[in-house]
Structures are given as C-alpha cells and as structure tokens.
C-alpha cells in the first residue's frame, strides 16, 4: 500500500492542525494504521494508533486529550486531528500501516508515507 501524509504546516501554540494520510494500491480496511512523529535530532516515537474498523484507538500518554486519529475506510484516509498544540509537538510526522493489529515500534510497520512538517511557535 502506498501513503501520502499532507496537512502539515506552522501554527502557535495553542492552534490546531489536522493531518490526512491517503493510501492506494490495496484495500485500506485491511491494515492497521498509526501515526508516528520525529522531532530534531530524536528517533521516530509511537503517536497513535487505530484499528481496522476505527473502533479501538491508542494514543501515547504526551498527546491524550489532544489528538485523536480516526479513519473513513470509504475514502482510504486516516487522519490526525491535533488540537492545543505545543512547541514540543514541533516535528515531521509520518503515517504508517501495518496488516497486524495495535503496535507502536517503527520496525512492525511495513508501509510508511513520506511525512509532513508540523511547526508549534511559542
């Protein structure tokens, strides 16, 4: 499966971003999909996590409350809202699929997209 991340940007502190992941070539409803993040000069973490069907989702401690990942399997696309956001949000964030279930280490994903650049200013 193919995945295009777009939704990226700068914005303050405080601001909300929604990022979207397109997939192609395969059937979307089939992968388990998450959304990992790399700041400077730090390794690619775990963000969050959504089943195949949309109803479990998993989140790291930093961004519960904030985000929340959701999918629309009619329109092969997972997405990312990101609201209250914080400098320390600040990195390039990737989507990636995985035909297994809930995971959050970066080498159990088979298929990543090219990530998108969020900015948080204080």
């Known amino acids: 499966v193919q995945l295009q991340a777009s939704g990226g940007g700068s914005v303050q502190a405080g601001g909300s971003l929604r990022l979207s992941c397109a997939a192609s070539?395969?059937?979307?409803?089939?992968?388990?999909m998450a959304w990992f993040r790399q700041a400077p000069g730090k390794e690619r973490d775990f963000v969050a996590a959504?089943?195949?069907?949309?109803?479990?989702?998993y989140y790291t401690d930093s961004v519960k409350g904030r985000f929340t990942i959701s999918r629309d399997n009619a329109k092969n696309t997972v997405y990312l809202q990101m609201n209250s956001l914080k400098p320390e949000d600040t990195a390039v964030y990737y989507c990636?699929?995985?035909?297994?279930?809930?995971?959050?280490?970066?080498?159990?994903?088979?298929?990543w997209g090219q990530g998108t650049l969020v900015t948080v200013s204080s």
């Open positions: 070539g395969r059937t979307f409803s089939n992968y388990y």
């Open positions: 990636a699929a995985r035909s297994s279930g809930y995971h959050t280490q970066n080498d159990a994903y088979q298929y």
């Open positions: 959504i089943s195949w069907s949309g109803s479990s989702t």
